[in-house]
Each structure stands twice: as C-alpha cells, then as structure tokens.
T-cell receptor, first 114, second 112 residues
C-alpha cells in the first residue's frame, strides 16, 4: 500500500535559519503530493501541493518539488520565523478503487526560537 | 465564507456514555472524512463518505459509527465500545476534481 515517511522531529531552529523537512513516499499509482501545516490546537491547513513530476508547489515562502525519480517531496524555506512554529504533515493522494484516500506522514514538529 | 465547522471545540464525557461529534460543511463537497489524532501521532482514518447515504470504514472504525443523511453533515458517534476515546478528532472534506482536503478546527474529546 501507499506510505509516507517524514523525518522525525522536533526540528529546532533559530529565526532566519534555513529549513528542510524531508519527505519520501511509496505509491502504486501516480499520486498528488501535499504539505499541510497544523498550528497548536487547530485543524490542518493546506500549505502547498504538486500534482505531477517536477512540479514545484510554493506558498508563504515554503517550497517543495515533486521528484518522481527519488520519490521525494522535501519542504524548504529560506528563512524561518517564530510564527512558522507548527507541525508539518506530508501527504499523498492516490486513486484506489475509485476513492481518493489520502495517506499522511506522522508529522514533523518545527520549533523556531527568536 | 465557505468552510467546515466542528462543534463543540472541547467535549467531556463519562466513561460508558456515547457521544456525537458534529461536522458541517458549506463547500458543496461530496467526500467527507473523520480522523483521530493522538499526541505526537499522525492522523488515523476512522470513516469516510464519498456520497450521501454511503460511507466506508477506515483503519480504526471499531467503536465508532457515522451517518451521512445530508451532503453538508457527517456526524461521528463515539460509542462506549471504543476502548480509548480520549483524543483530538478532525473532520475533513474534499470536493470535485481537487485532490486536497479541507479540515475543520477539530474537537478535543476527554472521557474520564
């Protein structure tokens, strides 16, 4: 079956540092890939997405590129802020028997210090 | 504004009682989902519904039940058979040709 593997957290950075959160996947089909963000006590929000190989999703300074050859979708940001502190989930959505059931990674907590 | 609402935000129940969590969406989405999230854990799928009057079990459906009588609503009942019901519950929806999900703010259920 499909699976998503994220780097374990927490990731602790100082403000303005460079961020990378690794995400790799296995899928039987040709999935769409997503990054969601969850702030404390809230639901998940879509951060960015990519639907085909070599697509780059971007939003709020975050970027991720769909790499089919390495089955990866790593999240990057050039300069993090304290307000970026949250849990980040990598996910894929693949059609299985006509149903799009997303598969989520376990989440990576990011803590940014001033 | 379109979105998903879950109520209440916090819910407290005594062991042995059934409790129903509300999820409503005005996005005109066909598909709706319920997830459970435990501290430090990812999301686990409880039930999902692709269309009105139809729903399927997810990975951890035991001790839970759902209904989908209206497109806008997908309530989740946590029954007394659920051995460890204390958790954060998230409802989501997906519509049309879009593959991403939209999530509600969640309900934190505490059973003592």
């Amino acid at each position: 079956g499909d699976s998503v593997t994220q780097m374990e957290g927490p990731v602790t950075l100082s403000e303005e540092a460079f961020l990378t959160i690794n995400c790799t996947y296995t899928a039987t089909g040709y999935p769409s890939l997503f990054w969601y963000v969850q702030y404390p006590g809230e639901g998940l929000q879509l951060l960015l997405k990519a639907t085909k190989a070599d697509d780059k999703g971007s939003n709020k300074g975050f970027e991720a590129t769909y790499r089919k050859e390495t089955t990866s979708f790593h999240l990057e940001k050039g300069s993090v802020q304290v307000s970026d502190s949250a849990v980040y989930f990598c996910a894929l959505s693949d059609q299985t028997g006509g149903s799009y059931i997303p598969t989520f990674g376990r989440g990576t907590s990011l803590i940014v210090h001033p | 504004d379109g979105g998903i609402t879950q109520s209440p935000k916090y819910l407290f129940r005594k062991e042995g009682q059934n409790v129903t969590l509300s999820c409503e969406q005005n996005l005109n989405h066909d598909a709706m989902y319920w997830y459970r999230q435990d501290p430090g854990q990812g999301l686990r799928l409880i039930y999902y519904s692709q269309i009105v009057n139809d729903f399927q079990k997810g990975d951890i459906a035991e001790g839970y039940s759902v209904s989908r009588e209206k497109k806008e609503s997908f309530p989740l009942t946590v029954t007394s058979a659920q051995k460890n019901p204390t958790a954060f519950y998230l409802c989501a929806s997906k519509g049309g040709r879009r593959y991403e999900q939209y999530f509600g703010p969640g309900t934190r259920l505490t059973v003592t």
